[in-house]
Nanobody, 125 residues
Framework: QVHLVESGGGLVQPGGSLRLSCAAS????????MGWYRQGPGKQRELVAA???????DYADSVKGRFTISRDNAKNTMYLQMNSLKPEDTAVYYC???????????????????WGQGTQVTVSS
């Protein structure tokens, strides 16, 4: 079993900052690429930022220069530093990770994508 847990969401005023964390736990052999997605009210889920195991990054145009994605492989944790927040950044933020783990009750490795439950970010005055 693998679990991803996001934290750090909340209510912030426009121009403010938040730092999201995503911690992975369970029978993890290796975590490959990780990413942050978000889904705003009435919108489809979209990619915000992604990071490979060797720290190559990619960002949605709407957050470039404001958001920074990072990870700590030793802690199986990913972060999203969000600065200069705007009302349009309001959404539920989800983390996703490509993880190599063990099939339950076996020693057989299997690789799959895992998702967290989401954390709400609200930008409003």
């Amino acid at each position: 079993q693998v679990h991803l847990v996001e934290s750090g969401g909340g209510l912030v005023q426009p121009g403010g900052s938040l730092r999201l964390s995503c911690a992975a736990s369970g029978s993890i052999l290796r975590i490959y690429s990780m990413g942050w997605y978000r889904q705003g009210p009435g919108k489809q889920r979209e990619l915000v930022a992604a990071i490979t195991r060797d720290d190559s990054t990619d960002y949605a145009d709407s957050v470039k220069g404001r958001f920074t994605i990072s990870r700590d492989n030793a802690k199986n944790t990913m972060y999203l530093q969000m600065n200069s927040l705007k009302p349009e950044d309001t959404a539920v933020y989800y983390c996703c990770a490509d993880i190599n783990t063990l099939m339950p009750r076996t020693t057989i490795p299997v690789r799959d994508d895992y998702w967290g439950q989401g954390t709400q970010v609200t930008v409003s005055s």
